[in-house]
């Protein structure tokens, strides 16, 4: 069967949202293609060296949304219900560039749709410590480097947005030996796994994406911390019970504004809440719910159009 490549040229800051309207319409998996948060990494010193130049050569200024649907019967039903929500995202989204939202078609063979987007994903360093290698690639670890292996293109949080940069970060800082973390929106799992090989103790991992959930779970039994990280479909309020020292969540503004008015019931008197996933623009908003949620400010940082935020829980 040969598939349709479907190309939606949107920003940085639209690249989520629009990567959502294609798994509304039942696509497994996505490719996002963003120069700029590979030259984010390529001018950290410690990291540019794990890109290959020939990927920037070929992308383009603009983000670019990839996602591959079966060309049969349901095609044109399924490319029509994008146009739709598209059309809506212009007209409802303000206060964030969206870009175009213009949308490509291009046939692909089958031998080529597997492997098609491979060719842009290497071996790279987050934080001080951790490096995201995909399975198909050799990679030698040095010194006390951290190596999760991962497969990207199917849930948000592949580890090259600048967010989640910023939650490694702040991971990499603040675990200490022993440590209960929870990961709100966990994509991939990437931070709940990062956060065992840190050496927290254990991770629960919560998001409501069924297909976030079931790569968060082959990525755990990839990196081969079974017992130690818990993958959850659901909401926190609904499904985690205790408390954990860390809650960590890389998603949107309003979502981490209202997490902040409850995250207390499931922090530890002292307990950290790391959130990223917001946008500059938002980062006073943010900040000012969490102080009247009688959160504590402990560190701000931002990364390019990106901010995030360490609150402490003060019982």
Not at 9 to 30: M, N
Not at 185 to 198: E, F, N, R, W
Request: glycine share 8%.
């Amino acid at each position: 069967m040969d598939w349709i490549e479907i190309t939606i040229e949107t920003t940085s800051e639209g690249a989520d949202i629009a990567a959502q309207v294609l798994y509304d319409v039942g696509v497994t998996g996505v490719v996002i293609e963003d120069s700029d948060s590979i030259r984010l990494i390529q001018e950290d010193e410690d990291s540019w060296d794990y890109i290959d130049e020939s990927i920037l050569d070929d992308m383009e200024e603009s983000v670019l949304i990839k996602a591959y649907l079966n060309d049969d019967e349901n095609f044109e039903e399924k490319f029509a219900q994008i146009k739709v929500k598209l059309d809506q995202l212009k007209k409802q989204v303000t206060g964030l560039d969206l870009g175009s939202l213009d949308v490509k078609l291009n046939n692909v063979k089958e031998e080529d749709w597997a492997n098609n987007w491979k060719k842009y994903y290497k071996p790279f360093k987050i934080g001080e410590r951790i490096v995201i290698k995909p399975s198909w690639e050799k990679y030698d670890k040095k010194g006390d480097e951290i190596v999760l292996e991962m497969d990207p293109g199917m849930a948000f949080g592949t580890g090259i947005h600048e967010t989640t940069a910023l939650c490694v970060y702040a991971l990499e800082k603040y675990i200490k030996p022993g440590d209960r973390i929870v990961d709100i929106g966990c994509g991939t799992g990437i931070l709940a796994i990062s956060s065992v090989l840190l050496g927290a103790e254990y991770a629960t991992a919560i998001d409501l994406d069924s297909n976030a959930v079931r790569i968060a779970a082959e990525n755990v039994r990839r990196n081969h911390v079974e017992g130690r990280v818990d993958v959850i479909r659901g909401n926190l309020l609904d499904k985690v019970e205790g408390r954990y020292d860390i809650a960590v969540a890389n998603i949107l503004a309003d979502v981490i504004i209202n997490l902040s008015n409850v995250i207390g019931n499931y922090l530890n008197p002292d307990g950290l809440f790391i959130a990223s996933g917001i946008i500059l623009e938002r980062l006073q908003d943010v900040t000012a719910a969490a102080e009247t949620a009688g959160l504590e400010i402990v560190e701000k940082k931002t990364k390019g159009e990106w901010a995030l935020v360490v609150c402490r829980y003060n019982a």
